[in-house]
């Protein structure tokens, strides 16, 4: 969690939380740690804490959905509400074509919040990630019978996988002692072994076409979310891929391996942005009216992104050893995945091998939870 003066531009980091903060006068910040809502004394001006953080046994079991946004509201110095309980959405993989006309719907509606799917190579499973009794686990899904199966059962959170060119490995986040590593597991036999491991908190976004290199988003205190690349083989030194002082995330490798797609608020908001690889030569922003979830063509002519009002878009583009070009973005279809700017989640949408459809990770039923509301003397007990 940073805060920032608007005057000066002044930015600090201030702690680790799991959601963004509310003020409530005078000097209180409500923040949430592992769904618990806490109170602590706060001094605007020198933008510093007084004392320690304290629980709020009004309000246990915050809800926190898959976009990192708690449900916690401050009306006034003494008036809080707030919701209870975990946040699942019902959503079901459809397939679209171009026009937005549904194709085929690829098993049931899901209940368990299924996020992040990523297709293997020959498009016969889907690898997500499910939270079941309040834990995320990867499952598989069988596309053509739309049978789902658990690939991992234990206590600890794994979320965000990618499956490896080859279909032989998935590669996927796990929470170990309050971090995030990459872990890898084979699809054959099962096996399990650390990936990556490195203080920041990481998500795996993309493998490269030629196999070589992993892209994943990390989590660092003084620049935000930056992008990197780590070899698979050999010592496993990550590369630095985009790491200025904004949100860089959700990158993409270009089908022939060159390139890197992402997006990025550098701008002041979500935009798309493309760099060569590695090196980080010729970045060019190629979106101006915002854009997110950004995924190439397997032809490398065509850039598909989700626009802030939810609306896919396809931008034709040129990426070769002359520059970046980009045309002008056609709106195709309303996604209907819950939002252009995900929290922890990746993209919420895929393509077809052939990239003419679209399986999009539909939102069908929004959770409902009730509102509870607290009067208080002071919110810190």
């Known amino acids: ?20 903060a509310q003020y409530m006068e005078p000097g209180v910040l409500l923040l949430v740690r592992q769904r618990t809502l806490f109170a602590q004394s706060f001094d605007p001006a ?78 016969r499973r889907l690898v997500l990630y499910r939270t079941v009794n309040g834990n995320m686990d990867l499952w598989t899904l069988e596309m053509s019978s739309g049978v789902l199966s658990p690939l991992t059962r234990d206590d600890t959170n794994e979320l965000n996988p990618i499956w490896s060119p080859d279909g032989g490995r998935i590669v996927f986040s796990k929470g170990v002692g309050g971090g995030l590593d990459l872990y890898e597991r084979s699809t054959s036999t099962g096996e399990e072994t650390l990936f990556l491991s490195t203080p920041q908190l990481k998500a795996a976004n993309d493998w490269s076409p030629d196999g070589r290199f992993v892209l994943y988003r990390s989590s660092d205190e003084r620049t935000g979310r930056d992008l990197w690349a780590v070899p698979v083989d050999g010592e496993r030194e990550p590369i630095p891929v985009a790491t200025a002082e904004y949100d860089e995330r959700e990158g993409q490798f270009s089908p022939d391996g060159r390139f890197v797609a992402y997006q990025s608020n550098e701008s002041g908001m979500p935009q798309i942005w493309i ?79 052939d990239g003419e459809r679209f399986l999009m990770n539909t939102v069908t039923e929004e959770a409902s939870i009730p509102i509870h509301i607290r009067m208080r003397r002071s919110p810190v007990p």
Request: without cysteine.
């Open 1 to 20: 969690m940073h805060v920032g003066n608007i005057d000066t531009r002044e930015s600090r980091w201030l702690f680790d939380a799991d959601a963004v």
């Open 46 to 123: 020198a933008l510093e804490f007084r004392g320690d953080a304290t629980p709020v046994a009004i309000a246990p079991d915050i809800t926190v959905d898959d976009q990192n946004v708690a449900a916690v509201s401050v009306a006034r110095r003494d008036m809080v509400a707030y919701r209870r309980g975990a946040a699942l959405e019902q959503r079901h993989l459809i397939w679209f074509d171009r026009e937005g006309n549904p194709v085929e719907r690829v098993g049931d509606s899901d209940g368990a919040s299924a996020l992040s799917p990523s297709l293997s190579p020959d498009g």
């Open 275 to 353: 760099q060569r690889f590695p090196g980080g030569e010729d970045r060019t922003q190629v979106t101006s009216a915002g854009g997110a979830q950004v995924r190439w063509h397997p032809e490398g002519n065509e850039l598909f992104y989700v626009a802030l009002d939810d609306m896919l878009m396809s931008l034709p583009i040129r990426a070769d050893e002359t520059g970046v070009e980009a045309g002008v973005p056609v709106p195709l279809f309303p996604t209907r995945i819950g939002g252009a700017v995900r929290g922890p989640a990746r993209q919420q949408y895929l393509l077809s091998l």
